[in-house]
């Protein structure tokens, strides 16, 4: 059972993401993953700022470890080098390195943000009855306030991203909301969607991991040479 104070759980609920909204690269979950210890939930609340650096931010984690391969962390490293030309945009090792050294850091090219704040390992696991009611309860209170944060933070960003890859299909209708007026057309059949929001590409796939995800090499070149095209249409 957790144990936090209605301003904890306020100050988690404002944290806006690692890196910083003007980088050219927006990756936009559902939810932080993992399954957070009270003392985590208590650090997020006590130590971390509205942005953070991704890497030392998790220093706090007795499980820091940013050379571990993270599926959704690797994806993003590899959707990166792949747009960015690296010829070993796919490779192990240079997913790793990235993400170790670059990944949601403050002045590079990375922002990575949610929907909801409050980290969980599934969406179909809720540990945080005792503070937050039932799931649906926590999404009446909180959704629409982080929409409109994301929003905000799309509106104060100078300059605008170049390309928003917003993962998690259960999602799709909500960044719908957040970028008003925009016409997503679908690609890849089905598996993923497409539009233009002022200056961005903004693309909507499923969630970011390996296996049934079906996030291989060829799929993530896949999505890596839609987004380009329309960049350059």
């Not at 890497?55 to 940013?66: D, G, L, T, Y």
């Not at 490293?77 to 050294?101: C, F, H, K, M, P």
């Not at 959704?143 to 104060?156: A, I, V």
Request: glycine letters at 8%; one cysteine or more.
């Amino acid at each position: 059972m957790y144990d936090l104070t209605p301003e904890q759980i306020e100050r988690i609920s404002n944290f806006r993401g690692y890196g910083i909204p003007s980088a050219k690269f927006w990756f936009v979950g559902m939810e932080e993953g993992g399954v957070p210890s009270n003392e985590e939930l208590q650090i997020r609340a006590d130590k971390f700022s509205r942005f953070e650096d991704l890497a030392k931010s998790h220093e706090n984690f007795k499980s820091h470890n940013m050379r571990k391969s993270v599926p959704t962390w690797r994806i993003m490293s590899a959707i990166v080098g792949r747009i960015n030309g690296n010829r070993d945009w796919w490779d192990l090792e240079s997913t790793r390195d990235y993400q170790s050294r670059y990944l949601g850091r403050p002045g590079g090219e990375t922002f990575l943000t949610e929907v909801l704040p409050m980290p969980k390992k599934a969406i179909s696991e809720w540990p945080y009855e005792n503070l937050l009611g039932t799931p649906n309860e926590y999404l009446e209170t909180v959704q629409d306030s982080r929409l409109q944060l994301l929003r905000n933070d799309y509106s104060e960003s100078s300059p605008k991203p170049e390309y928003i890859f917003c993962y998690g299909k259960e999602f799709w209708g909500k960044h719908v909301s957040v970028f008003d007026g925009i016409n997503f057309e679908s690609e890849l059949e089905g598996s993923v969607q497409w539009g233009i929001y002022e200056s961005s590409v903004v693309i909507q796939t499923k969630m970011f991991g390996y296996g049934w995800h079906g996030f291989n090499e060829e799929f993530v070149n896949n999505v890596c040479e839609l987004a380009l095209s329309k960049r350059s249409a």
